[in-house]
């Protein structure tokens, strides 16, 4: 489902003297439907990057970066969007959403971008906060008030409300308690049950031996720790 | 893939080495896109980096020295640069749309909001006064401004709902296009937020593609899907929004992202 | 040697005359379409019908017999002025009489007998452009005339509508010219715009201080712009005439005491004379022989 090939990527400050700062190279790896893989390495090391890149967050430098079809290395915007939209889910450690909407509106928008009916994509993402334990005075916030776990809470829910058939996972237990820890989990399991292919960073050691197939040290594909 | 398969369709829009010259000065210089139906646009940069100017040019206020601008029309992908005046006017009154940033610029501030509103549909033939009610009506809902507020005249408004009824005004004839210049720009902070929220909910269900020009790098980031952003005239780098913001390749963009006060 | 003493025939020197015609000409070329012309300062003020004199000029020749109406009527200062205006400086014959005329000027009136082919009925005109009270720019009027957008024209009405729950444009009421330009045909009541439609005279306007000549040639179509559910519908008082019993005539009411009375008279004055001397009398028109004064 994933494939990336002999990806490289660097950075270039141009403000600061054109510095320019390799942070990958000739880096391979593959997922497989119903597979998950755990990015793991010191911090810095490009675990980040990599998500960011497979994303279309990040301009590879080189290489490919296969989803389905799309090659997000050379897609064209509206290609990546139309990934975004029906093929590739993102799990952040950050939300980022209008200030004001509603919290059930933030996690229904998207299914309504899939065109989805409005009544239906709020069932789901109702549904979803109940078992993310969002109680329900809630939903009509802005969840950009909400406490961190609450937040991540949303951007999980926002990442599982469509069966994505490939998901990328940024620490997505980081800052919860041991209750919702165990929903979140039962999610991705349930998501790599029906064949969702996954990506994931996962600092909680447990966690990762629960979830994951297989683990890529992303350390190999970094080139000489520039400093 | 069958979306990636849908989506090889016609753009709606195509520009083509649009160049305008004030004198020896560059307006906007060689500027070449393709938007595509349900895509928002996004267009930053420093004041008289000519994103005004090449918004004016697209939405054909301002007739460009060199370049095309090509439509996608009912009849066919038409150059609206080559077009006839009656026939640009009537695109704009009917496929294309035009939010200010000072709502005064955009709004008959002596016509009543249904009045505002009720206009275009007029333009394009509407003669059946309930029905134009009505629809004024309608539009004022989505907007969110009270139906018992149809007959005030803007001034009556707060710059907020002055803003929400100019938008109300351009999109109650189903438009395919809106150009916005600067559409949150003179508003509180907690207003702009609640007109954004707006925004991506009507380009959403509307399947509106929109072209916006702002200097506010949080309003695209949250708007558009593609950015473009313009220095001196020229369009130094262009891409998918969170893309550009969070990678961004060229020194200006670099500097620019760089810039932003963080709160 | 011409005599340096007189008038030029109908005051305006000859060139000034062919340039007027000229504008009356593209004029009528053009229905509805608003020419530009050079107006000349004359020797009445401006909003005294400074167009209409003219525009009546250009088209005077020795053998017209004028008519001059003001609000319908022959006898009120504006009528008498210029109807002596013209006696004095064209040496025209004169007449109350509408179906003598072969010129009428009228101020805000078109008379109620029918015209014939032939005459030419000139309007004073203060403000020719429809779309002024919306759109202040002149360059954006034009331009709008131009590309027939003319939206704006129903927003007034719909303005209307909404303020008073009926079109409440009486007078100075706008129409569409032969499907093309949306015209203001001056400030007659909408009484009377049945008879801008498919009328068998030449109809001119001329507004002197914005300087705009437009016309109507015979039989043209001339449609007051409506809604479909708020048709155009000419209005008039609900009663007949208490002189001459006219019940299908535009009535102006005359307070006649201190006591609120009233009456409803022809604004026409020659046609409700003409009826009377028919011996259609209506209730306060009784003709008593002597003195009624007081």
């Not at chain 2, 895509?39 to 940069?45: D, P, Y």
């Not at chain 3, 005051?11 to 000349?40: C, N």
């Not at chain 3, 109350?96 to 109620?112: G, K, L, N, S, W």
């Amino acid at each position: 489902m994933i494939t990336i090939s002999n990806l490289s990527k660097s950075f270039t400050l141009h403000n600061q003297g054109a510095a320019v700062i390799p942070v990958m190279a000739g880096a391979n790896l593959a997922v497989a439907p119903g597979e998950c893989l755990g990015l793991v390495g010191a911090s810095g090391s490009g675990k980040s990057t990599l998500m960011r890149m497979i994303w279309g967050n990040y301009l590879a430098a080189a290489g490919s970066i296969m989803v389905g079809d799309v090659d997000v290395a050379k897609a064209a915007p509206r290609e990546i969007i139309a990934l975004r939209r029906g093929t590739l889910g993102y799990v952040s450690q950050f939300l980022r959403v209008v200030p004001r909407v509603p919290t059930v509106e933030v996690v229904a928008e998207p299914l309504l971008t899939l065109g989805i009916p409005a009544k239906e994509a709020r069932a789901r993402a109702m549904a979803l906060l109940a078992q993310l334990n969002i109680p329900e005075r809630l939903w009509s916030l802005s969840p950009t008030t909400f406490s961190g776990g609450e937040q991540q809470r949303v951007n999980i829910a926002r990442g599982f409300v469509h069966p994505y058939p490939a998901l990328l996972l940024d620490e997505p237990t980081a800052s919860l308690d041991l209750v919702n820890r165990e929903v979140v989990l039962t999610l991705i399991e349930s998501a790599k049950a029906r064949g969702a292919a996954i990506i994931g960073i996962f600092h909680d050691e447990q966690a990762r031996a629960r979830l994951c197939d297989r683990l890529v040290d992303v350390t190999q594909f970094t080139p000489e720790m520039a400093q | 893939m069958s979306i990636l398969a849908k989506m090889k369709m016609q753009p709606l829009l195509s520009v083509r080495d649009l160049s305008k010259f004030y004198g020896g000065r560059i307006g906007c210089a060689d500027v070449g896109f393709d938007l595509y139906p349900g895509e928002v646009l996004g267009i930053v940069g420093e004041s008289g980096s000519g994103k005004s100017t090449l918004l004016s040019c697209l939405a054909g206020h301002l007739a460009p020295d060199r370049g095309e601008v090509i439509f996608d029309t009912k009849e066919g992908p038409r150059d609206t640069v080559q077009m006839a005046e009656a026939a640009r006017r009537r695109l704009a009154r009917t496929d294309w749309a035009y939010v200010h940033q000072n709502p005064r610029d955009g709004l008959r501030m002596g016509v009543s909001a249904g009045g505002n509103v009720g206009e275009r549909l007029m333009a394009v033939g509407a003669r059946h006064y309930g029905d134009i009610r009505a629809a004024a009506v309608d539009w004022l809902g989505r907007v969110e401004i009270a139906a018992d507020r149809v007959d005030d005249r803007p001034s009556a408004f707060s710059g907020g709902m002055q803003q929400r009824l100019q938008i109300a005004r351009n999109l109650v004839t189903g438009p395919r296009l809106v150009f916005m210049d600067e559409p949150t720009g003179g508003l509180d902070v907690s207003v702009q937020a609640r007109l954004l929220d707006l925004l991506r909910g009507l380009v959403r269900e509307m399947g509106l593609s929109a072209i916006i020009v702002t200097h506010d790098l949080a309003v695209v980031r949250l708007l558009a899907d593609r950015l473009m952003v313009m220095k001196g005239g020229y369009v130094v780098e262009q891409g998918l929004t969170d893309q550009v913001l969070d990678d961004p390749q060229h020194a200006y963009t670099q500097l620019l992202v760089s810039s932003v006060l963080q709160v | 040697m011409t005599d340096q003493t007189a008038y030029n025939f109908a005051y305006l020197d000859e060139q000034t005359k062919r340039m007027i015609r000229r504008a009356i000409l593209k004029g009528v070329a053009i229905p509805g379409y608003q020419v530009p012309f050079a107006s000349r300062e004359m020797p009445m003020p401006y909003g005294w019908g400074t167009g209409g004199v003219q525009v009546t000029a250009a088209c005077l020749v020795p053998e017209d017999r004028l008519k001059v109406i003001d609000q319908g009527a022959d006898d009120t200062t504006n009528a008498v002025s210029i109807r002596r205006f013209f006696q004095r400086t064209a040496g025209v014959e004169v007449t109350e009489a509408t179906a003598d005329a072969t010129v009428i000027q009228t101020r805000h009136r078109i008379p109620e007998t029918p015209l014939t082919e032939g005459q030419i009925l000139v309007y004073q005109v203060p403000i020719p452009e429809p779309l002024r009270f919306l759109e202040p720019r002149e360059t954006e009027t034009r331009k709008m005339h131009e590309l027939e957008d003319y939206g704006l024209m129903h927003v007034k009405l719909y303005e209307d509508i909404s303020r008073h729950g009926q079109i409440a444009t009486a007078y100075d009421y706008p129409v569409k010219v032969e499907g093309r330009y949306v015209m203001d045909p001056s400030p007659i009541p909408k009484f009377d715009n049945p008879k801008l439609g498919g009328n068998a005279a030449i109809q001119l306007f001329g507004a002197g201080r914005e300087q705009r000549i437009y016309a109507l040639p015979p039989y043209t179509q001339a449609i007051s712009l409506d809604f479909d559910d708020y048709p155009f519908a000419a209005s008039k008082a609900d009663h007949s005439c208490d002189l001459c019993a006219a019940p299908d005539s535009y009535l102006d009411e005359v307070i006649t005491d201190d006591q609120g009375s009233r009456m409803f008279v022809c604004s026409d004055t020659d046609f409700c004379a003409s009826r009377r001397a028919a011996g259609h009398i209506g209730p306060m028109g009784a003709p008593r022989a002597g003195a009624d004064v007081e």
